[in-house]
């Protein structure tokens, strides 16, 4: 089994010049937790929902919703972005890449083939398979 065949072509993906904001939406929309970043097709980093709670200020530190919105719409993704992430090719195989996470601690691994962005394998990918395989498993009584 290769990632190709579990992952999720073309992903929603942001740019560096985009703000915290902006992905902060798009985490909401698309229901995901991680977001490629790149320049055209090239992938140039990663940045997830937690990225951005440990970038946010505290609500709970006396920071009022207007100070935080205003952090969240003037900081851009490049300075909360992890840089030349793990990766994986389409090729990569599906125990290989689940072994990625599992060591890297890494939610998502994008899915390259040379620098460009083609798709991106998560943490849920990966139980997805194994729920898949388990259910063609005898159930013991």
């Known amino acids: ?17 985009m703000t915290m ?7 909401r929309q698309h229901r995901i937790r991680h977001l490629p970043v790149v320049q055209g097709r090239v992938l140039v ?4 929902d937690r990225d951005i709670r440990k970038a946010s200020p505290s609500l709970l530190s006396g920071v009022d919703m207007s100070e935080y919105e205003e ?8 300075r909360v972005m992890t840089r ?8 990569t195989e599906l125990r290989d890449a689940v072994q ?8 998502a691994l994008p899915v390259v083939n040379g620098k460009e962005l083609i798709g991106i ?8 398979v194994l729920v ?7 159930q013991q009584t």
Do not use: C, Q, W
């Open 1 to 17: 089994m290769r990632v190709a065949d579990y992952m999720t072509s073309e992903p929603v993906s942001v740019t560096e010049d």
């Open 21 to 27: 904001k902006d992905a902060v939406e798009l985490l």
């Open 45 to 48: 980093g990663i940045v997830s």
């Open 71 to 78: 952090v969240l719409g003037n900081t851009p993704i490049s």
């Open 84 to 91: 030349e992430p793990f990766t994986v090719t389409a090729d």
């Open 100 to 107: 990625l996470i599992l060591d890297k601690r890494v939610g």
């Open 121 to 128: 394998f998560t943490d849920s990918h990966g139980l997805s």
């Open 132 to 138: 898949k395989m388990l259910s063609h498993v005898p």
